[in-house]
């Protein structure tokens, strides 16, 4: 039968016989060496005493997929994906909780395997994860957290690793980027945002909070406001101090009823073309509330009418195939109003989809740095007055 007249499903299985099973091996050994060999009674002798790596599911220290939890985070580099926690929520105005956001990611992140079916992506055989843990935020202070966040995520960025952040509200947006622009050089920034809001405001409640990290991005010269791409704005939360902003400084806003009506390829590019105008490479920025809010009802502000989850991972994955992506936040899971981890299993889905598509266009792993990265930092502007 030719790939052409095959099914999604043969071709899923012919890929999955093409994966190595090294990493597999290599983890069970390990788990072995590390955890002692099982009791006498236990016939399967892949078992350890003490549970090491991926199983069971619900045992273990709950870093993201139960990868290398990496305590000296100097190594960073050695690895092609780093996983980093920034537990902030001062910055909400309205539902506080999103703190316990990337607790509750890691968590429900151990009913994943590395392996995805469909894709033909085994991740613990074709690239290198870690957890680096969580950026030291200091509560009731969003200025303090920002220098924080930025030197975290600007040590990772730099080191070669893909940073994947795990918010925390959204006005983690503005240091997180400010964190890539210090070793960006001379080189820019494009940003593609998944949300319902479009979070372009200079302050709000007389602060940088969740809803401006936009206003604040964009004022970096590495981050021009042209090439922000806003997908799936709408409902009834838009500031319209926000859209003031957007209108002035000309940004990009897809509504949920554009795309739908353009559709989905049609969406990516016109969110391809817009954000990599000019531009070297693509920061993600997604919002969980971005999806309708019967799926992810633990999320601080949400908004019924938003896109269909496999709207949402359709658009995400034919961008990341298509621009080189040079990191991903998921933000505004909020774990206190969250039914049964369906939310912080979304934000699980948007990032292991991410990392699977990294593989698949060969941006992941990396040979070497990207040209955008610049070994030396420099402080970017912040325009804060």
């Known amino acids: ?159 070669g690793a893909f940073p994947i952040i795990l918010g925390g509200d959204h006005s983690i947006g503005f240091p997180t980027v400010r964190g890539v622009c210090r070793h960006l050089g001379d080189k820019k920034v494009g940003i593609i945002h998944f949300d319902r809001h479009v979070d372009t405001q200079e302050t709000d409640l007389d602060e940088r909070m969740h809803t401006c990290p936009w206003f604040h991005a964009t004022n970096i010269k590495n981050a021009p406001a042209k090439n922000l791409v806003q997908l799936g704005i709408g409902g009834w939360q838009v500031p319209r101090q926000g859209v003031k902003v957007c209108r002035e400084r000309e940004t990009n806003i897809l509504t949920v009823t554009d795309i739908t009506e353009m559709g989905l390829d049609a969406a990516v590019e016109f969110a391809l073309e817009r954000a990599l105008d000019g531009t070297d490479c693509v920061y993600l920025s997604f919002d969980i509330d971005c999806i309708d809010a019967g799926f992810v009802p633990g999320t601080g502000w949400p908004e019924p009418g938003g896109l269909l989850p496999r709207e949402a991972l359709y658009l995400l994955g034919k961008i990341v195939q298509k621009a080189p992506v040079c990191g991903l936040e998921v933000v505004e899971v909020s774990p206190p109003y969250d039914v049964s981890d369906m939310t912080a299993l979304m934000a699980t889905r948007v990032i292991c989809d991410t990392m699977a598509h990294l593989v698949l266009s060969k941006q992941l792993p990396r040979q070497s740095k990207p040209n955008y990265i610049h070994e030396q930092a420099q402080e970017t502007a912040d325009y804060w007055q």
């Open 1 to 159: 039968m030719s790939d052409q007249n095959q099914s999604e499903a043969d071709r899923a299985l012919d890929k999955e016989n093409q994966l190595p099973l090294t990493g597999w091996q290599q983890e069970v050994s390990q788990g072995l060496d590390h955890g002692l060999e099982a009791a006498d009674t236990i016939r399967d002798r892949s078992i350890s005493t003490f549970s090491r790596g991926e199983l069971p599911h619900y045992a273990g220290i709950n870093t993201f997929l139960k990868a290398p939890y990496i305590e000296d985070v100097k190594q960073v580099g050695n690895y092609d994906i780093a996983i980093v926690g920034v537990p902030h929520d001062s910055g909400t105005t309205y539902r506080p909780g999103t703190r316990f956001g990337p607790q509750g990611i890691r968590k429900i992140s151990a009913l994943y395997t590395p392996y995805n079916f469909e894709l033909g992506v085994d991740l613990r055989e074709q690239v290198t994860l870690c957890d680096v843990g969580d950026v030291f935020t200091i509560p009731g202070n969003n200025e303090k957290s920002f220098d924080q966040i930025s030197k975290g995520v600007a040590h990772i960025f730099s080191s």
